[in-house]
């Protein structure tokens, strides 16, 4: 491969569908819902491209994205976070949280730097290092309760650092950090000139029993000049396919993000940017009855897991709970999906795949953790319980 090409092998959730479906196996691999989005969403976007009275919606958006859109996600973050952000120059619209996180990376890693983030981490942050030509350092949530060392955090610091990128609630763990977590890395950040990503693609996927609320890396005191938050509208709103995501920020580093997305690919979406708008504005409930509903799958699989002896996490937030395999088998995570998915019938992800390899050694609590997705309907959840119980 070329200097600064990631990877060219498909992403570990593409493989893992592509495995499920293979093997007919219930997918809790890849994390995305097996329910539609609530029907007046989807009625709101379908207007939006068949009816010309809502605004031409079929042509290219404004680079920066719709301004309702813009000024739903200010009001939002104002009304959720008490953060004030304007909407004309603090606000870009993204292809998805991904995009965000590929352009926040490409604008602020630079060649030959470093990197810092916490694993495991979201897959993409190590590929857009990589095509940044920057290296990605990592430093270990450890379980049971997956907690931020800050002081071994800080010890990664060195000079060639540029960036540190963050996950609240973190993907695949559910940990939410807390504000003091998030005040020291700000501090720590101000002190070396780091900028921050962090990556808030859950904020709206809390469950009741998280111990603490979602804080914004951008409510914390002077985090404007050195941090951006990457929310997503697919995630908050179960429309994954719809790719739509944005990047709130102090004016002059949303600006140099959109320096990179305008090449990126430069806008996307008019119609879901303005269903989603309308969204921001009013749920009409959804969030609190996705919650509930996802804290019933949570609740379903974590249970499963434990009678499996499989020792789940709490999984306070977002998509996933964990389990560690090491207590019914000798097997490495990874080898234990490939036969979970094959033999089984049942997907999951290894935790493995989603860290620094090199940082794994065999004996590393992250080699025997499997990541398993309730965003799915309960039946499916139902399912693969009962495929797990019949053969583990
Ligand atoms: N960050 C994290 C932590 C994720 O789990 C995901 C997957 N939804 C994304 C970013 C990508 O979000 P989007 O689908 O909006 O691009
Ligand atoms: N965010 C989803 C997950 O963590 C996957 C998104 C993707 O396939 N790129 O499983």
Same mark, same amino acid.
């Given at each position: 491969a070329a200097p600064g090409t990631p990877q060219v092998m498909p992403t570990i959730y593409e493989r893992t569908t592509a495995a499920a479906i293979a093997h007919g196996a219930i997918n809790l691999? %890849?994390?995305? =819902?097996?329910t539609e989005g609530p029907d007046w969403l989807l009625e709101l976007a379908a207007r939006a491209i068949t009816e010309p009275e809502t605004g031409p919606r079929n042509q290219y958006a404004p680079g920066m994205g719709l301004m309702e859109l813009r000024e739903a996600i200010s009001a939002a973050q104002a009304r959720r976070q008490q953060v004030t952000l304007d =909407?004309?120059? %603090?606000v870009m619209v993204t292809t998805g949280a991904t995009e965000g996180i590929s352009a926040a990376i490409l604008a602020f890693a630079r060649p030959g730097s470093e990197v810092l983030t916490f694993e495991p981490h979201y897959d993409s942050y190590g590929a857009c290092v990589a095509l940044a030509g920057a290296r990605l350092v990592g430093v270990p949530l450890r379980g049971p309760e997956f907690r931020p060392d800050l002081d071994a955090f800080e010890a990664a610091i060195t000079e060639r650092t540029s960036m540190i990128l963050l996950n609240t609630p973190h993907n695949p763990t559910g940990t939410v950090f807390s504000t003091e977590e998030l005040t020291r890395i700000v501090e720590l950040a101000r002190a070396h000139d780091l900028r921050i990503m962090c990556d808030?693609?859950?904020?709206? *996927?809390? *469950?009741?029993? #998280?111990r603490l609320p979602h804080r914004s890396? *951008?409510?914390? =005191?002077? #985090?404007?000049?050195v941090a951006v938050a990457v929310g997503s509208a697919g995630k908050s709103f179960s429309v994954t396919g719809w790719k739509i995501g944005w990047v709130t920020g102090g004016a002059e580093l949303v600006s140099q993000i959109r320096g990179v997305k305008q090449f990126l690919s430069f806008s996307s979406g008019p119609a879901f940017q303005w269903a989603i708008a309308h969204a921001l504005e009013d749920d009409r409930g959804f969030f609190a009855q996705n919650t509930a509903e996802l804290e019933a799958g949570r609740d379903l699989l974590r249970d499963g897991l434990q009678e499996l002896g499989l020792a789940p996490n709490r999984a306070e937030a977002g998509y996933f709970v964990l389990g560690n395999v090491s207590g019914i088998t000798s097997l490495s995570a990874a080898e234990f999906c490939r036969i979970l998915v094959e033999e089984v019938g049942v997907a999951a992800i290894p935790v493995s795949a989603l860290t620094? %390899?090199?940082?794994?050694? =065999?004996?590393?609590?992250l080699e025997h953790l499997v990541r398993f997705a309730f965003c799915k309907d309960h039946a499916t959840i139902r399912e693969g319980l009962r495929r797990m119980r019949e053969h583990l």
């Open positions: 691999g %890849q994390g995305f =819902p097996d =909407p004309a120059t %603090q808030e693609v859950y904020e709206h *996927l809390m *469950l009741s029993d #998280a890396i *951008l409510s914390i =005191p002077g #985090a404007e000049e620094i %390899q090199h940082l794994a050694t =065999p004996s590393d609590e």
